[in-house]
């Protein structure tokens, strides 16, 4: 035993530097004694494969002691992933197969113990989310069965934990993804409402054909700049700009930067899709607007009380409208004497409210007097009359509800539905280009830069008093910011912002 390793340190030594150590050990250790190759079959994969080199990560929710699931998805990418698999499955066990879901009973490599039967999937390199080998292990979802995948793959050295939006990453540097995919994905992930996802869906391909329309143009205008700044360099009488060689660009640069202050012009209806909208529920008082706020939130999110100033402050609701996130306010009920200081200074929270929202809903009921109490500067968005099951709507409020029946609420929904949508310019996105939704304030800061030295350009070639270049360095810099929204120029500080919000099995 002593001899065989003193003759293989010998014989290390005395190969070439060039020789590979791996090849050394499939070519002379596997023929020495049992014991020497039991010894140094660990060496042999931590050769092949760096320690960090292979990530895993649980990629569907974390079940609980109170809540488990069908299916715990468990995601390895690396070069190691089949190394890891032989690690847990039985020795006969072949390697799976690309792209064909098989079953494999997993066992603990140092108890013996068997941990789940999981469906397998095999994704080979390039071929893959990540472009690197991906391998899925698809366990039954229960805590003991995740936690005992999870700790026996902890105990392989050629694996560790995948960071935050680390499967993502390796998808982007291995050209997978562009960075417009990954801010599109990312808002995929955190969307919460129809509108939300259906931006996230469009806005890759959208925004990528607009910007790389925006980016062709630009070059075109650069190359006709870089031949006038060479012709100017070569002109010994002519120093100064003149606009008769930028005519063919000038009307190239004004149509762009018409298109980028139209497409910077939808930002505010995008922030409005991502954040929500107010919707302020506001009248007198015990005309129903806690229980209208508690039909449209489904819960008994406020007090309801015959009692009239029962709601002093205001109260809030997450509510999906129309497909869009509405944050639903129930105020305190005005009248022009307040019983008390604390009612008094719900009243003035109330106003505040209403003049603070997106969408103004005024709340009267069937017998009110409609004369007084409630009034707001301005014209409420909608008027809904409440308690219809105690009597008729009076003529001039049409839209009648009770919100203790549920007669009416349908069309009131609906009503609601369309001042909510018309608030976000829900629909605008198309493959129209101009009508692209600015979706992220990164791309509306990039494209608000661009389109001012487009301004500049054009008060520059207006003026005639500037070399050319001068002139031509703002087209330049025009297309570095829209370069900068693709990704093509500081690339790293975004992509760190943007995984920061990923979760770790994605």
């Not at 599109?184 to 996802?197: D, I, N």
């Not at 954040?275 to 309801?304: C, E, H, W």
């Not at 003529?395 to 009416?408: F, Q």
């Not at 692209?436 to 830069?449: G, I, P, S, T």
Request: glycine share 6%.
């Amino acid at each position: 035993m002593l001899l065989s390793l003193l003759l293989l340190i010998i014989l290390v030594i005395s190969l070439p530097m060039a020789t590979p150590f791996s090849s050394l050990l499939h070519s002379s250790l596997l023929h020495s004694s049992r014991p020497l190759r039991r010894l140094l079959r660990p060496l042999s994969s931590h050769v092949s494969h760096s320690p960090a080199s292979t990530i895993y990560a649980l990629s569907t929710i974390p079940p609980t002691s109170n809540q488990a699931s069908a299916i715990g998805v468990i995601r390895l990418a690396g070069p190691a992933s089949l190394e890891a698999l032989a690690a847990l499955a039985p020795p006969s066990s072949p390697p799976p197969k690309p792209n064909l879901f098989t079953v494999r009973t997993l066992s603990d490599p140092a108890s013996k113990l068997p941990l789940d039967s999981p469906g397998i999937l095999y994704f080979q390199a390039p071929r893959s989310y990540t472009g690197t080998d991906v391998l899925e292990l698809h366990c039954h979802g229960s805590p003991a069965v995740i936690a005992g995948v999870l700790g026996t793959l902890s105990s392989l050295p050629y694996l560790r934990p995948a960071d935050r939006g680390e499967f993502t990453s390796l998808a982007f540097e291995n050209g997978k993804l562009s960075l417009l995919d990954v801010e599109s994905l990312g808002s995929l992930l955190s969307a919460v409402t129809s509108t939300q996802r259906d931006l996230a869906l469009s806005s890759s391909s959208l925004s990528t054909a607009l910007y790389t329309e925006y980016a062709k143009t630009l070059l075109s205008c650069l190359a006709t700049a870089e031949a006038i700044v060479d012709f100017s360099d070569d002109s010994e009488s002519d120093t100064t700009l003149h606009t008769t060689p930028w005519a063919a660009t000038i009307p190239k640069v004004e149509s762009l930067l018409s298109s980028m202050r139209s497409h910077l012009s939808t930002r505010s209806a995008a922030r409005l899709i991502e954040d929500g909208l107010t919707v302020s529920l506001y009248g007198r008082p015990n005309v129903g607007k806690s229980s209208l706020m508690n039909a449209l939130s489904s819960a008994q999110t406020s007090i309801v009380s015959p009692i009239p100033g029962t709601t002093r402050d205001a109260v809030r609701a997450q509510v999906e409208i129309a497909g869009v996130k509405c944050t639903v306010v129930d105020t305190a009920g005005m009248r022009e004497e307040a019983g008390d200081e604390i009612e008094e200074r719900g009243i003035e929270v109330a106003r505040r409210e209403v003049e603070g929202s997106d969408v103004r809903v005024r709340v009267v009921c069937v017998g009110e007097d409609l004369s007084t109490g409630a009034e707001m500067e301005g014209e409420p968005d909608l008027t809904v009359c409440n308690k219809i099951d105690l009597g008729s709507a009076p003529p001039d409020y049409n839209l009648g509800v009770s919100a203790e029946t549920g007669a009416g609420m349908r069309e009131f929904m609906e009503k609601l539905g369309e001042i909510v949508k018309s608030r976000v310019g829900a629909g605008r996105a198309s493959e129209g280009g101009e009508s692209v939704l600015v979706a992220r304030a990164r791309h509306a800061n990039h494209v608000k830069e661009a389109a001012g030295c487009l301004e500049r350009f054009l008060d520059r070639v207006e003026e005639g008093a500037v070399s050319d270049d001068l002139a031509a360095e703002e087209l330049r810099r025009a297309n570095t910011e829209i370069a900068r929204i693709m990704g093509k120029v500081d690339v790293e500080q975004v992509l760190d912002v943007l995984f920061r919000d990923f979760c770790i099995g994605k």
